[in-house]
């Protein structure tokens, strides 16, 4: 909250600063922008207002921004390698010298769990990268178009919808390549499915609107309408199916993992950190305790996260936050 109401502040202080602030609150919250920059930025701050005002959607984002703070900052956290073998210090518990134990080959487990991090996250960003390219993509032009391309198009997403997604994925995986690139491919080719209906949806109530007519009528070309005019307006229902996707893609790398087809040796991922402990799970549980919790965390969070946006985002279930 901007203003008096959020810094508590009295007297000439803090009149001069809501001189400054409220401005452009108003400014964010007018009923007629002055332009579409304005009336998007507008949008953006409501939901902002509305998501804030959810406590387990503002601890799911906070949680999340501390685990890729600490992945991407994990060399600098830990001084052991994720692959320095020390057979003399194999399957040691958590102590003051390995605060995560280390594992059957001597390696420590902290410093695995925090480089796995990088890698799980890595696989369900970029996952969900791919599935949102695919998707937006083939989900805009088939409801734009229309007609028998439209009907032809959803016909190819029902037969694939038939398909055990995790058939595809391990066909591809094993045809293809093991490597970690393959492993984006093929878990974004098949999450891009649902994506596509969505927008599909989206783009069937948008394209006979009155300012996508305005569009032709000054002559924009169907690309032009589809990806400037559509596409953003789409933007909502989009962005909260992505924060529930990132979690899928980790999940399914990780049963990918038990079936050794996720992140190969000597990398590591939380799956397959889950996997190896799993074998030994009764006499060394903090082999997969603790990347068991990371992954458990990051799925909830985000779970929360997407929880949080879809409620921000719909102006049905929105309450007066301004």
């Known amino acids: 909250m901007f203003g008096d109401e959020a810094t508590g502040a009295r007297g000439p202080a803090a009149g001069a600063a809501s001189l400054t602030v409220r401005p452009w609150r108003a400014w964010l919250l007018d009923d007629t922008p002055g332009s579409r920059a304005q009336a998007r930025l507008g949008q953006a701050y409501v939901a902002w207002l509305a998501f804030r005002r959810n406590p387990l959607a503002m601890a799911g984002l906070a949680i999340i921004v501390a685990l890729v703070l600490v992945a991407l900052s994990a060399p600098m956290l830990t001084r052991e390698s994720p692959i ?65 391309l439209d009907d032809f198009m959803m016909r190819v997403v029902d037969i694939l919808y038939s398909l055990p997604y995790i058939f595809l994925v391990i066909l591809l995986l094993v045809f293809f390549s093991r490597s970690l690139v393959m492993l984006f491919v093929a878990l974004g080719l098949v999450q891009w499915l649902t994506m596509a209906r969505i927008v599909r949806g989206q783009v069937l109530s948008l394209k006979n609107q009155t300012f996508i007519e305005a569009a032709r009528a000054l002559g924009a070309g169907d690309g032009s309408i589809i990806f400037r005019h559509i596409v953003p307006n789409t933007l909502g229902p989009v962005i909260v199916y992505t924060t529930l996707t990132v979690p899928a893609v980790i999940l399914q790398e990780a049963f990918l993992s038990f079936l050794g087809l996720g992140v190969q040796p000597p990398a590591a991922s939380w799956g397959t950190l889950v996997s190896d402990g799993a074998r030994v799970l009764a006499l060394f549980p903090w082999l997969v305790i603790f990347p068991g919790i990371a992954l458990s965390l990051t799925l909830l969070c985000f779970n929360f996260l997407g929880d949080g946006l879809r409620d921000a985002l719909d102006p049905q279930d929105r309450r007066d936050v301004a």
Do not use: C, K, N
Not at 95 to 115: M, N
Not at 133 to 140: D, K, L, M, P, S
């Open 84 to 148: 320095a073998q020390e057979l003399s210090h194999r399957l040691r518990p958590p102590s003051a010298a390995h605060w995560f134990g280390t594992d059957e080959l001597g390696r420590d487990t902290l410093s695995r769990v925090l480089h796995g991090g990088r890698i799980s996250l890595l696989v369900g960003l970029v996952g969900t990268l791919v599935s949102l390219i695919i998707g937006v993509t083939y989900g805009a032009v088939s409801g734009y178009r229309g007609g028998r």
